[in-house]
């Protein structure tokens, strides 16, 4: 019997470290302007209108949720994955991420992933079949959808990079046919660095909505926070609060 008791107590004892969730942790793409970027190299802060979201999230649920800088894209999901960040703030679905997170609904932002080329080297892009014996650059651990990412790894011949501007450098020198990369971060990152030599195609690869995920490991992981969070999404798009921190967002990321 008393083995029996013991053994109910550890099961029971996540059940009660999971009741008191006094606060909870966020990170994302430091390399995501407008939606984030790393504030500076000495700090652990992560700025943009996903920040100024988080934090009236929090305030609203009753939970501040500090976003942080945790390292590279890839670190970030396995940090998340791994229960030591409790939310990943901006995630396309994927199937794997699905086994690894919950996906919080609604989503609180639409995304369009788009096709950057050189002027002297335009060509027409209807499908992902377009871009077959194609060179192209993306960022490493980035996702364009389920559909694209399938037909990609069968199909495409893409080189996937450490960091956005690395990518810039390798289509605006010529070395790949094309930059794929989601069209709010692109043009932040363009125009900050004044280049001229590219164009956007206007058909983009994919529209996808833009998601808060929580980890299966966060110690805050509940039905009923998660049910709270949703509520206060589905208010924050009601009242068009993303579009507004958006213009704020690059209005910073412009006079860094």
Known sequence: MRELFSAFLLLCIPLFARADCTAL???????????????????DALDG???QLMTTLGERIGIPVQVQFVGPWGRTQEEVANGNID??????????????????RPAFQETRSVLWVRNNNVFDFRDFSD?????????????????????AREHLSILQVGGFEQALRMISN?????????????LAYIERAQITNLQMLEVPV???????????????????????????????NQEGLMAHY??????RWQQR
């Not at 010529?174 to 692109?186: A, C, S, T």
């Open 25 to 43: 942790t966020a990170s994302g793409n430091a390399e995501y302007p407008p939606y984030l970027w790393h504030a500076a190299d000495n700090t």
């Open 49 to 51: 209108a996903i920040t």
């Open 87 to 104: 939310l990943i703030a901006g995630a396309f679905y994927t199937k794997a991420r699905s086994e690894r997170m919950d996906y919080l």
């Open 131 to 151: 871009l077959v014996g194609k060179r192209g650059v993306t960022v490493i651990n980035n996702s364009f959808g389920q559909a694209f990412d399938e037909y």
């Open 174 to 186: 010529g070395r790949v046919d094309y930059l794929l990369y989601e069209e709010q971060p692109g």
């Open 206 to 236: 994919s529209r996808e909505p833009l998601y808060l995920t929580m980890s299966l490991k966060s110690a805050c992981n509940t039905p009923e926070l998660k049910q709270r969070i949703s509520a206060e999404l589905q208010k924050m």
């Open 246 to 251: 958006l213009a704020q967002a690059r209005m």
